[in-house]
């Protein structure tokens, strides 16, 4: 992130005296005078807001979709079958990393490109090449390797229908995930541009494709590959069509071509995203080492229960992070444009909402916590499940969630590296003070070790970042002249 923002605070001339490469500068920004209108405060209002309500039931489609068809999936493919295709899809999400962090690269970059058609032309079409050129060896990869490992043997298929059509699966499932990395690049650039609401319609109709895709297939009664490949390439298929339906009919002055790919705004958005991917790795570290340290110290069986506890909050982490991607890009371009104000005023409104939401669902979820998990999972022992666990949790939930505003803020203008000390920081604390809490006091002393953590290493590293992202502190390299003058002027 510290590279994809302007090098000028708001409220600066941020017009640069020469041109500028893209790959040891951040992208400069054609800012319009730092003023802003109560009519273009209230519009940027109506427009976050209507993106985080179609953005929650666009969530609420793609989660609602897997739970239709799971049991007609489950009955139609077989036990093994399933087993196998859940398996697969298991690996598929380890391989998160596979776009280098790009996505979010260019989620932030194109945000400070507000009327530069042009330069939001490079910026897409070097990203489209670059991820390209990933999906394209890991396709050449797949089709080599895949074949030569016994994945029947490895996942304990016995099967020999199922055994048999195990490459196929794995290299369908691989594949449809290789393709979609370049493709997936639409929701963020139709995010960057401010049409939160047609991504989220696009997503929502993705979801439902596969939905319909799935049980059509099985009411075929056509071949169990066929139904695996209606469910896991409905996706790509669906962000193909967004793509072709964006650049050639809505926004084609965007359209990604190869004379528009620059070397140098490659460089600079892979810079940027192994940036994005580094903090996303040490912070997933962080956030995910409790499972392995209570199944070391306290036993797998006391793992387990604790992991269905902890899935009874996941929600809330998913409503941080819809509502953190919708914020993002609006805080950069109105950072871009001097409107330093509103990014204050609308990320005290964040940080109340979060904390009401997260605060009362986490409250509430204290309460009627035990009978949940007896409802969901009926082998758990209700006992096992005590509040004072539950209330930490609604705790640790709630201390990470008042503070993701003011990350989204240091997202939007690249600013990385306080976020990197507090993460680090917090790594090496939490892990032992989570050791100490689970000898001393189970489970309890779990949540309350990460609360204590978070408070004295991310709250000031993050308080620190937001301060001087509002002052316009940004990452500085040196500049060298571009190849090409700034791009077309887009009406303002």
């Known amino acids: 992130m510290n590279r994809a923002a302007s090098r000028t605070g708001p409220g600066r001339s941020t017009a640069p005296s020469v041109p500028v490469d893209p790959a040891t500068t951040p992208p400069a920004v054609d800012t319009p005078p730092a003023v802003e209108t109560l009519a273009a405060a209230g519009d940027r209002d109506r427009r ?9 039931a666009a969530k609420g489609i793609g989660l609602a979709a897997p739970l239709v068809v799971t049991p007609a999936c489950f009955g139609y493919l077989g036990d093994q079958r399933y087993g196998l295709w859940m398996a697969v899809t298991a690996l598929t999400g380890m391989a998160w990393f596979a776009d280098l962090g790009l996505g979010n690269g260019l989620l932030t970059r194109l945000s400070h490109h507000v009327h530069d058609v042009r330069a939001q032309a490079r910026e897409i079409s070097s990203a489209f090449a670059t991820l390209g050129a990933v999906a394209v060896v890991l396709v050449v990869a797949l089709v080599v390797v895949v074949p030569t490992v016994g994945w ?37 650039i139709q995010y960057a541009r401010g049409q939160v609401v047609q991504s989220n319609v696009w997503q929502s ?6 939905m319909g895709a799935v049980l059509g297939a099985i009411a075929a009664g056509w071949s169990p590959l066929v139904v695996i490949g209606c469910a896991v390439l409905a996706v790509p298929l669906t962000n193909l069509l967004n793509t072709v339906a964006y650049f050639w009919f809505q926004e084609p002055a965007l359209r990604p071509g190869p004379a528009l790919v620059d070397r140098a705004t490659a460089v600079g958005l892979l810079r940027l995203g192994l940036q994005f991917f580094a903090l996303t790795t040490m912070s997933s570290i962080a956030l995910n080492m409790d499972s392995p340290l209570v199944a070391y110290l ?4 006391v793992a ?73 999972v009926s082998d758990i022992d209700r006992a096992s499940v005590s509040v004072a666990l539950l209330a930490g949790l ?18 939007s203008v690249g ?46 590293a993050v308080f620190v ?10 990452p500085r390299r040196p500049a060298r002249r571009a190849k090409e003058p700034a791009g077309v002027q887009l009406p303002g």
């Open 48 to 56: 976050v807001t209507v993106g985080i309500a179609t953005a929650m």
């Open 152 to 188: 029947a043997g490895l996942f304990g298929v016995t099967d020999a229908r199922v055994a048999a059509d195990a490459t196929t699966m794995v290299l369908l499932c691989f594949g449809a995930f290789a393709v979609n990395i370049p493709l997936s690049l639409i929701q963020r």
């Open 205 to 210: 109709a993705g979801a439902l494709v596969a």
């Open 298 to 301: 306290l036993g797998p069986v």
């Open 304 to 376: 387990a229960h604790y992991a269905v506890v902890g899935k009874l909050f996941g929600v809330l982490s998913i409503f941080v992070g819809l509502v953190g991607m919708t914020i993002w890009p609006v805080n950069g371009t109105a950072l871009a444009r001097g409107e330093v104000a509103w990014v204050r005023r609308n990320t005290r409104r964040m940080v109340l909402l979060y904390g009401v939401v997260v605060g009362v669902v986490g409250g509430a979820l204290v309460g009627v916590g035990p009978r949940l998990v007896e409802l969901w």
């Open 394 to 411: 609604a705790a640790w939930s709630f201390l990470v969630a008042v503070t993701s505003p003011l990350i989204m803020v240091q997202n």
């Open 415 to 460: 600013l990385l590296r306080p976020q990197f000390v507090g993460w680090a920081t917090f790594l090496v604390l939490a892990a032992g003070l989570k050791v100490w809490g689970l000898r001393q006091f189970g489970l309890v002393g779990l949540p309350v070790a990460a609360c204590l953590a978070y408070v004295l290493t991310m709250w000031p």
């Open 465 to 474: 970042g937001y301060r001087r992202a509002l002052a316009g502190d940004r």
